[in-house]
């Protein structure tokens, strides 16, 4: 595992040279955020209550990365378009904290689920998850392919209606916590290669 992880932090160092070369200084700005949230999320944010935010804002600065490196520029255009992973990641990461409210209590971890408690963090994930397609469709009025990406709104409303309805029941929440992860993925990876279908066609 060690041998591992010296082999990718040596292959990214390469690549981020490579793009610091290619597109650069910017992209070691942005390589920064990234390896500031990743620890700071571990050591600290976690902790405080702060972990979802965190991966908000992760997300949000890989997607303005990854449109900086292929675009060669910024755009505000980007930001809206990269809040919508940035939300999705976030309600995996906070539907995943319900099962272990009690046990990150008595740790003293204190996420946001633990301090306002299941049902009301039930309503927030709904609320949140209702945001991120809000967001989906208003990106979809200047780029009609990445409505298609709607297509998963039935999973979101599955995971929403259980933890609703069975906020408490760790073992009903499982299906949701898996029906989020596929909407994050299936969603994520359905706008991505719509925007590429509209560059490419000039949609």
Request: charged fraction near 15%; aromatic fraction near 10%; include cysteine.
């Amino acid at each position: 595992m060690k041998n591992l992880v010296i082999l990718l932090s040596t292959l990214e160092t390469i690549l981020a040279a490579y793009l610091t070369i290619v597109r650069g200084w910017f992209v070691l700005v942005l390589l920064a955020h990234a390896l500031f949230i990743i620890y700071a999320y571990s050591s600290v944010l976690a902790f405080k209550g702060l972990g979802e935010l965190a991966c908000f804002y992760f997300e949000t600065v890989v997607v303005i990365g990854s449109y900086f490196v292929t675009s060669g520029r910024l755009s505000t255009e980007a930001f809206l378009p990269a809040c919508i992973p940035g939300v999705f990641i976030a309600m995996v990461l906070w539907i995943n904290e319900f099962p272990d409210v009690d046990a990150d209590r008595a740790s003293g971890k204190l996420t946001l689920v633990v301090r306002v408690g299941r049902r009301v963090a039930s309503r927030i994930y709904v609320s949140c998850i209702a945001l991120a397609y809000v967001l989906l469709t208003l990106v979809g009025i200047k780029d009609p392919p990445v409505l298609v990406s709607l297509v998963t709104i039935p999973l979101s409303i599955k995971s929403s209606t259980i933890v609703i309805k069975r906020y408490e029941d760790v073992e009903a929440l499982i299906p949701a916590m898996r029906s989020t992860i596929l909407a994050a993925i299936l969603t994520t990876v359905i706008m991505s290669l719509a925007f590429f279908t509209s560059g490419l066609l000039g949609v």
